[in-house]
């Protein structure tokens, strides 16, 4: 069935420092991709989304690339704050089948002033 | 309410025992999903409803587990003779339909432990 991968382990980097969470998937058809953010005690909450090759999505200073030929979608930012500190979700769904998402496990970021 | 409801938030249980959790969504939202959040994975999906009927159910994990939707609005997910392994944080998530503008947005979700 569809999958996603995170990279392993918690991110632990400095304020201002360049943020890489790689993401992989595996999928029948052409899904549509996401990155959902959890911040400490609150719920998941969309951060960006892309729904074709080649697609760039982008909120808050994050960015991802839907790449099909690399079956990928890295996200990145080029300056972090103390406020990013949270939990990444990758995550891909059939948004013409019945949308369900399949998440990856997630990675911790932690910035540190 | 502005956002997805979830209730309780927390709930504490002994082995065996009956247990409702509720998901009140978005005013309007006709997909219903639940996932379920085990300590250091990601959400897994359960369940899925569009209107008043279970589309998915497929990712419900035994017979044990049961979702409702009578009204098309809120849903109740109920779990008969509770064990330890259940123990997880169970999310809903509602968005206005299928297709391309489809997002789903979630609750804070119900953090259920079985003692």
């Known amino acids: 069935g569809d999958s996603v991968t995170q990279m392993e382990g918690p991110v632990t980097l400095s304020e201002e420092a360049f943020l890489t969470i790689n993401c992989t998937y595996t999928a029948t058809g052409y899904p549509s991709l996401f990155w959902y953010v959890q911040y400490p005690g609150e719920g998941l909450q969309l951060l960006l989304k892309a729904t074709k090759a080649d697609d760039k999505g982008s909120n808050k200073g994050f960015e991802a690339t839907y790449r099909k030929e690399t079956t990928s979608f890295h996200l990145e930012k080029g300056s972090v704050q103390v406020s990013d500190s949270a939990v990444y979700f990758c995550a891909l769904s059939d948004l013409y089948g019945n949308n369900r998402l399949a998440f990856g496990k997630g990675n911790q970021v932690v910035v540190i002033p | 309410g502005a956002g997805v409801s979830q209730t309780p938030s927390n709930k504490v249980t002994e082995k065996g025992k009956y247990v409702e959790l509720r998901c009140d969504p978005i005013?309007?939202?006709?997909?219903l999903y639940w996932y379920r959040q085990s300590l250091g994975q990601g959400p897994e999906f359960l369940i899925y409803f569009q209107g008043t009927g279970a589309a998915d159910d497929s990712g419900l994990p035994n017979d044990r587990f049961f979702a409702v939707r009578p009204e098309g609005s809120v849903s109740t997910l109920k779990i008969q003779r509770t064990e330890r392994g259940d123990s997880a944080v169970y999310l809903c998530?509602?968005?206005?339909?299928?297709?391309?503008?489809?997002?789903?947005?979630f609750g804070a979700g119900t953090r259920l432990s079985v003692l």
């Open positions: 998530a509602s968005s206005l339909t299928r297709g391309e503008t489809n997002i789903q947005y």
């Open positions: 005013s309007g939202h006709t997909a």
